[in-house]
C-alpha cells in the first residue's frame, strides 16, 4: 500500500478554543490511536489533499518537528456541513506484526461485453472490509470485467489471497450483468409486429373470398 507523509505538530493543549484558534489558521485537529496513549496533534488543511480525494487506501507516516515519526492509517474523519472543510482527522497507528481491519475500494478495469450487448451493470460492493497485516494491504481491488457477459458475475471468491483475508462470504457479489428490461421489451414488440401482420394477412385473404363468391 502506498504512503503518504503528513508534517504534524502535537498539541500540548486540545481544548475547544485552541482547537478553533487551529482551524482558524488553516490547521486540522487529529488523534493517532491504538498507542499506548493517544497522539493528539495539527497539520495543515492542504495536507490531506492526496489522502481524503482519492479513490485508493492508503498508509499515513505522521512527521513530528522532533523527528519521530508514526506509521497509521485513517481511521474516521469529520467535515463541516456546510463549507465542507475538514474539522477532525482519527488514526490508528500500524505495528508490523498486528493485523488490522480496513476497508479497501474496488476499481473496476476493462468493458463488459455483456453492457454492449444492452446489459445492465451493477456494482454491487465498492468497497471490501479486509484483514492484513499492514506490509500485505493492497491500494485497491482491480477488477476485471473484460469477460463479463448477460449473466455473469464476479464474486468475493475469486479476489482471494493469501496475504489477507477478506470479511465477506465467498458468495459475495461484487459486480455483475444482468438484462435489461428494455432488451426484453423489444424483444416482444418485435414477437407482437410478427403476429400483428400474420393478423392483418389472414383478415385480407378473409375479405377476399366472398368477394368472389358473389362475382359467381
Do not use: W
Not at 498486528?98 to 476493462?110: D, F, Q, Y
Not at 457477459?149 to 461484487?174: C, M, Q, R, Y
Amino acid at each position: 500500500m502506498k504512503s503518504i507523509t503528513i508534517k504534524g505538530s502535537e498539541r500540548e493543549s486540545v481544548g475547544k478554543k485552541s482547537t478553533k484558534a487551529l482551524r482558524n489558521a488553516g490547521k486540522v485537529p487529529c488523534v493517532v490511536y491504538g498507542g499506548e496513549v493517544p497522539i493528539h496533534f495539527s497539520a495543515d488543511e492542504l495536507s490531506f489533499k492526496d489522502l481524503v480525494y482519492t479513490s485508493s487506501a492508503h498508509t499515513v507516516i505522521v512527521k513530528f518537528e522532533d523527528g519521530n515519526k508514526v506509521r497509521a492509517v485513517m481511521q474516521d474523519i469529520q467535515f463541516h456541513p456546510v463549507t465542507d472543510r475538514i474539522l477532525h482527522v482519527d488514526f490508528y497507528q500500524l505495528f508490523d506484526d498486528k493485523a488490522l481491519t480496513l476497508e479497501i475500494p474496488v476499481r473496476l478495469e476493462g468493458n463488459s461485453p455483456g453492457v454492449r450487448n444492452g446489459g445492465r451493470l451493477l456494482f454491487r460492493k465498492r468497497k471490501l472490509v479486509i484483514r492484513a497485516l499492514p506490509d500485505n494491504l493492497p491500494d485497491v481491488f482491480k477488477v476485471d470485467i473484460s469477460k463479463l457477459k448477460i449473466g455473469d458475475n464476479i464474486s468475493v471468491e475469486t479476489l482471494k489471497n493469501d496475504d489477507f483475508a477478506i470479511l465477506h462470504p465467498d458468495s459475495t457479489v461484487v459486480v455483475q450483468v444482468k438484462t435489461a428490461r428494455t432488451a426484453v421489451l423489444v424483444e416482444d414488440e418485435e414477437e407482437e409486429g410478427v403476429e400483428g401482420e400474420e393478423g392483418a394477412t389472414a383478415e385480407a385473404e378473409g375479405a377476399e373470398a366472398p368477394a368472389e363468391e358473389s362475382n359467381q
